[in-house]
């Protein structure tokens, strides 16, 4: 019964979900948006009623002003979420083509999202083929639809037998809990198709959630039978045809020569269908670039390793860094995508001052078409007998405004040497080597040129700090690439070193106590860093706002901290009752009721206070938020204007709703296409990654009371066993690809939370290693705001190799509170605190952050 307290603490209630799609009602609410015209900006939080109340089944509640508002604007944008990857003119279609035949798993069972704690309960989702039959297309595969249908039922049945069938009598929640998120793969359904036509789409779709990563499989990495039969007669037989994928991640897609129109729509949120027919009728069009690399399975060469150890021997070279200095022939590199017109760049000047680097470019629009173009600037460091650099790393990038054919826009890209400096593991320091650094400027990684050498004539250490990571047993791959530039007629820059000073990090720097807190008692004192579960193991911890992840300690009077959970919009209850206890209480329990379907029935009714109902005849209330496109979709917008907007959008509704911390953005690196939690995370890249963080942070951190928590730090790259496995590397890699992105944010944002990871790093719990939390994040990174866990508990590994959570050593490592605690947390860090194995200069550094948050959302 390992499990037991986890389910009672509720650890469950917002972070995990049956991963299985489930074909969602439709309503016109697209037509409600189309009449809507000439709104700008976020509305006025104070004119809105959040709370609408359902008295009758037959009475509708009206759809909000901020909900049209929100919605249009997410919807202006959608078209720079997806990526046109090939393309032979066929689409847009012309007005008069007005039929269409629609096939694959897709068109019926769409995705708007990945599954889990970013899961967002929109008022209303159409699939693809609703979706074109309002926007006036007649659809001609009804049949074939529903064929399809009972093919999928068919093999979801058999598949809920199956876990039923292995059922764990000796430990049902121990099983229920490893078999949460169960993902179907794409079942292989044989089903006759007319071979030949005038239009066609083929839709595939693919799902993941957190808990579990995906498969190297047909019917999840890679396509089914089925999928690749009818995908290459279509191509073959139909005048116009294209492939879309409405996927979170990368899908193998070797062995589609023929088919020559693919495009990545992602996974957009409610409008994910319409975005889809906007795109083929010309009502918009695709201006997205890949954040992360497709290519072939084969051809990856990260790999996600076993159940509790994966070893990063690829050392720096993540994603685009290895596929361009190996000169693997991609599919799809990092930064491509195509347009429905054609560009052109220019380089006018290049310039140097301080280290920082001036690159003044233009794009040109040379096509037929509207459409933006996205500028990537990369810099090849030089290899050097103490590290050798990959070929290129990314450096900034900088989007167009929409241009007319013929019309041009002026970027200016930016950067600074030292922001891009090597870390030295040997002499502990970032640096730049002595030698050429070649500044490229191109829109993909496979498509760049020389447009500045800048000379370092000496190294120059930027900054000195100290190893935090014990030595891994693998040596680091260690790649020379081969590639030469051909640099004659390139502008030369030289870096006046001297214009660089060596920051040098003071490791005994005390965290600052706040007064008022050390007149607490040390009961007080604890209770404030064990969430809100500290005196009440079995309550509810989410009271003032319905299906929000959880508070932080109430303390006396004041106002407790809310929390909700993302990061593709606030994720809260969308229908909700007033209890007995006059307290909001969600309809449906924190776990998703299809659950209990893994559950015999002879047991089953043992496990109905897991799947609470609204009781009969009790007044429904709703509440409404918007759900943005996927961190990976948003990611391939490569526009930070739009991110911010989200930001925005997101920030508007948590002041709406009273929710003081978003546990979002979330901006791992896409390591593994099979991390099951990627279509959270943005991008192979930690620059893309951290810029995108900056700016949603900005966005909702501009509304006063709504703050962020970034997550989930650092180096959450496997879902799979998550809270069991490890994640060993180097320091080099750890600082370089793994840190760089929250860096990046904490620098250029400030966000007010960090939320730490479930791993392992070498062996070490994230949330209790002194060296990444107190030493990097807050001395050496000099964040100086709160630091929670995720929500975890003792016990909740797959296996035993290593030790559970240890409450005392997390707030120890500088952490503020864990998360959603419990009594049996409060009472072994309140003994640890009286055996001095945690000093009460440690806990009251902790609750001074907490307690001066609570005191800043009054």
């Known amino acids: 019964m390992k499990f037991f307290n986890l389910f009672l603490l509720g650890i469950l209630n917002t972070h995990l979900v049956l991963s299985v799609p489930v074909k969602e009602e439709t309503t016109d609410i697209e037509e409600s ?39 249009k604007i997410v919807d202006e944008h959608l078209g720079e979420c997806t990526v046109l990857l090939k393309r032979n003119g066929d689409f847009p279609l012309s007005s008069k083509e ?8 897709g068109i019926r069972h769409t995705v708007k999202g990945g599954l889990g704690s970013g899961d967002i309960e929109t008022r209303t989702f159409d699939n693809i083929e609703t979706a074109f039959k309002k926007g006036g297309f007649e659809v001609l595969t009804k049949d074939y639809l529903d064929a399809y249908d009972e093919c999928y039922q068919n093999a979801y049945d058999a598949y809920i037998g199956q876990l039923k069938a292995e059922f764990d009598y000796e430990n049902p929640f121990g099983y229920i809990f490893s078999h949460f998120s169960v993902v179907l793969n794409e079942p292989e359904c044989d089903i006759p198709i007319q071979k030949r036509g005038d239009v066609a789409l083929f839709v595939v779709s693919r799902i993941s959630g957190e808990g579990l990563d995906r498969v190297n499989e047909k019917g999840d990495v890679l396509l089914t039978d089925s999928e690749k039969k009818a995908i290459k007669t279509l191509a073959k037989g139909y005048k116009k045809f294209m492939l879309v994928l409405n996927t979170g991640g990368p899908v193998d897609l070797s062995g589609l020569e023929e088919v020559k129109n693919i495009l990545v729509l992602s996974q957009l949120g409610a409008n994910t269908s319409k975005a889809l027919v906007d795109l083929v009728t010309g009502e918009k069009y695709p201006s997205g670039k890949l954040a992360t690399t497709w290519t072939k399975y084969d051809e990856y060469f990260a790999d996600i390793g076993n159940l509790t150890d994966t070893d990063y021997v690829e050392g720096v070279y993540v994603g685009y860094r290895y596929f361009d200095s190996a000169d693997v022939d991609v599919l799809y590199p990092f930064g ?90 040997k002499i502990q320091a970032y640096v730049l080597s002595a030698g050429n650094y070649v500044v490229r400027i191109g829109n993909s990684s496979r498509n760049t040129v020389p447009c500045a050498v800048i000379e370092v004539p000496s190294k120059v250490i930027i900054k000195k700090v100290q190893n935090q990571l014990t030595e891994p047993e693998f040596k680091d791959l260690v790649f020379q690439s081969k590639k030469r530039d ?86 809260i209850a969308r229908d909700y009752y007033i209890g007995e206890d006059g307290l909001p209480h969600a309809t449906k329990g924190g776990i998703p009721f299809t659950a209990l379907e893994v559950v015999p029935d002879d047991i089953k009714g043992q496990f109905g206070f897991l799947f609470p109902k609204a009781p009969e005849g009790v007044k429904l209330y709703h ?82 009371n709504a703050f962020v928590t970034l997550k989930h730090y650092a180096a959450n790259n496997k879902e799979t066993n998550r809270y069991g496995s490890s994640s060993n590397m180097s320091e080099r890699a750890f600082r370089e690809i793994y840190l760089r992105g929250y860096e990046i944010a904490i620098k250029n944002a400030n966000p007010k939370g960090i939320m730490s990871s479930f791993n392992l790093i070498n062996g070490i719990h994230a949330n209790q290693h002194i060296g990444v939390i107190a030493n990097i994040l807050r001395r050496e990174n000099n964040y100086n705001n709160v630091i929670m866990t995720d929500w975890t508990s003792p016990s909740m590994a797959s296996t035993d190799k290593y030790p559970d959570y240890s409450p005392y050593e997390i707030i120890k490592s500088s952490h503020d509170v864990i998360m959603p605690g419990s009594k049996d947390y409060y009472d072994l860090v309140l003994e640890a605190v009286k055996e001095n194995k945690l000093t009460m200069e440690e806990l009251e550094s902790s609750v001074t952050r907490i307690y001066e948050l609570i005191k800043e959302i009054q």
């Open 33 to 71: 948006f189309s009449e809507v015209e000439n709104v700008t900006g976020i509305i006025d939080v104070d004119d809105i009623d959040v709370g609408v109340e359902n008295s009758s089944d037959e009475e509708k509640d009206e759809i909000n002003e901020y909900e049209i508002e929100h919605q």
């Open 98 to 105: 007005r039929k269409i035949h629609l096939y694959g798993g």
């Open 336 to 425: 491509y995508g195509l347009g429905y017109t054609d560009f052109k760049n220019s380089v006018k000047n290049v310039r140097i001052s301080g280290d920082k680097v001036t690159v003044d470019a233009s794009v040109t629009n040379v096509g037929k078409f509207k459409g933006k173009e996205v500028l990537e600037l990369y810099l090849s460091k030089p290899s050097t007998s103490e590290l050798d650099e990959p070929y290129q790393i990314l450096v900034n990038f900088a989007k167009s405004k929409e241009l007319s054919p013929r019309k041009k826009d002026n970027l200016k890209l930016e950067f600074k040497l030292s922001d891009f400096a090597s870390y030295d593991s």
């Open 486 to 571: 051909d640099l004659r007629g390139v502008k030369r820059l030289r870096l006046n070193v001297k214009s660089i000073k060596t920051e040098t990090v003071d490791y005994s720097k005390k965290f600052r106590i706040n007064e008022e807190v050390k007149a607490l008692s040390t009961e007080e004192k604890v209770k404030f860093v064990i969430g809100a579960h500290s005196e009440d193991p079995f309550g509810s911890y989410a009271t003032t706002v319905a299906g929000i992840a959880g508070e932080l300690y109430k303390f006396k009077d004041l106002k407790p901290v809310v929390l909700s959970d993302g990061p593709a919009g606030v994720n």
């Open 623 to 704: 509440q409404y938020t918007t759900a943005i496109p996927i961190g990976t979709a948003l990611a391939q917008s490569w526009n930070v204007n739009f991110a911010q907007q989200c930001g925005d959008i997101v920030g508007t509704e948590m002041s709406m709703f009273h929710i003081n911390l978003w546990l979002a953005p979330a901006l791992n690196i896409h390591r593994s296409i099979l991390n099951g939690r990627n279509f959270e995370y943005y991008s192979e890249d930690p620059y893309v990654s951290g810029i995108m963080a900056t700016y949603v942070t900005k966005g909702v951190q501009k509304h006063k």
